[in-house]
C-alpha cells in the first residue's frame, strides 16, 4: 500500500539515539518509514514494537523476528507493552496527525481535496465518525469543537450553519458541508478555512488530543532513565502539549520544586526544536508544518 515518505526521518531516529540491543516502540507506524529505519540500526537482539489503529497499515508490517505490530491506538502503549512482557523500553517515536495515505484515500473524508461521504475515522472498526459530529452535536458543542480544535473566529456562526442546513436534510458528504459553510468560505481563503473546519472535526472523531495526553502521561512509566522520546507534531495544539510535557510533565501549572529551589520534572529537552529543510518541504510537502521536540528521562 502506498505511503508517503517519512517526515524527518533520520532526525527522528537519531533522537532515539538507540542502543543495538534495545527496546524501541514506534506508536504511529503508517506505511513503516520510521520503524524501517530503527530496524537497521538495531542488533540482533534489539527489539521493535510498533502501534497503528489503522487496519491499512497492517498490511506494511516487517518482516523481522525483531519485530511486533500490534493495531491498537497508541493511548494503549503500557497496557500492550505489558501484555507481551516489556515493563520499560529504550525509546519512543511518534509522528501524530494524518498520514499521507489517509489523506490521499477519499473514501476517508480526511482531505478536503475529494467529495466523500463525512467520516475522518482512524479507526475504521469504529461506530462514531465526522457525520456523527456534524449531525447530531447541539449546536454550542459544535461551535466548541470548531473553535477549540479548529481555532476558527468564526465558531459560532458556523455551527449556527450547519444546524440549519441538517434542519432541512442530514449533511452527509464533504460537498453539503461546503454548501452549508459557504458564507464563511471566501474563495482567496477557502482552502485554509476548510482545512482548519477538517482538523477540528477529525481531532473530535479520533479523540487525538486526549489520546495524546494519555500516551504521554504513559511515557514516563514505561521508558528507562536515559530513555528517548522522540515526536514529531503539525499543529500547535498538539505541539504545545508536547513541549509542556517535556519541560514540566504536565500539561498546565508548574511542576514542584525540591528544597533547592529545583523543579522536579521526569524529564529534559535534548536540544532545540527541529523543522525540515525546504529541500525536504520541496520534496515532501506533508513535512511543512512539523516540528520535531526530542527528551530524554531523568
Known amino acids: 500500500m502506498e505511503y508517503h515518505k517519512p517526515v524527518l526521518l533520520k532526525e527522528t531516529v537519531d533522537g532515539l539515539n538507540i542502543q543495538p540491543e534495545g527496546v524501541y516502540v514506534d506508536v504511529t507506524f503508517g506505511g513503516g518509514g520510521h520503524s524501517r529505519e530503527i530496524i537497521k540500526r538495531l542488533g540482533e537482539t534489539g527489539k521493535l514494537i510498533a502501534f497503528d489503529q489503522d487496519t491499512d497499515a497492517l498490511e506494511n508490517a516487517i518482516d523481522d523476528p525483531r519485530f511486533l505490530l500490534i493495531n491498537e491506538n497508541f493511548r494503549f502503549l503500557k ?8 515493563k520499560q523500553v529504550d525509546g519512543i517515536l511518534g509522528d501524530f496527525g494524518v498520514s499521507s495515505h489517509q489523506f490521499d484515500v477519499a473514501e476517508r473524508g480526511f482531505s478536503t481535496r475529494f467529495e466523500a461521504d463525512l467520516d475522518m475515522r482512524m479507526d475504521r472498526n469504529s461506530d462514531f465518525s465526522a457525520y456523527d459530529v456534524i449531525n447530531t452535536y447541539e449546536q454550542n458543542r459544535l461551535r466548541s469543537v470548531l473553535a477549540n480544535y479548529g481555532e476558527l473566529r468564526s465558531a459560532a456562526g458556523m455551527a449556527r450553519m450547519i444546524v440549519e442546513a441538517r434542519g432541512e436534510e442530514p449533511i452527509k458528504s464533504s460537498d453539503q458541508l461546503k454548501r452549508a459553510l459557504g458564507r464563511f468560505l471566501p474563495k482567496h481563503k477557502e482552502n485554509k478555512i476548510l482545512a482548519q473546519v477538517y482538523q477540528a472535526i477529525r481531532i473530535e472523531v479520533n479523540q487525538e488530543l486526549e489520546a495524546l495526553k494519555e500516551f504521554l502521561l504513559q511515557t514516563n512509566e514505561v521508558l528507562k532513565p536515559g530513555g528517548r522520546l522522540s515526536l514529531i507534531s503539525y499543529h500547535s495544539l498538539e505541539d504545545r502539549l508536547v513541549k509542556r510535557f517535556m ?5 498546565e501549572g508548574e511542576p514542584e520544586k525540591d528544597v533547592f529551589g529545583k523543579a522536579e520534572v521526569p524529564f529534559k529537552p535534548v536540544g532545540k526544536f527541529i523543522i525540515p529543510s525546504e529541500t525536504e ?3 515532501n510537502p506533508r513535512a511543512r508544518s512539523a516540528k520535531l521536540r526530542i527528551a530524554e528521562k531523568l
Open 79 to 86: 497496557r500492550f507493552l505489558r501484555f507481551y512482557g516489556y
Open 247 to 251: 519541560r514540566n510533565g504536565m500539561f
Open 281 to 283: 518541504i520541496a520534496e
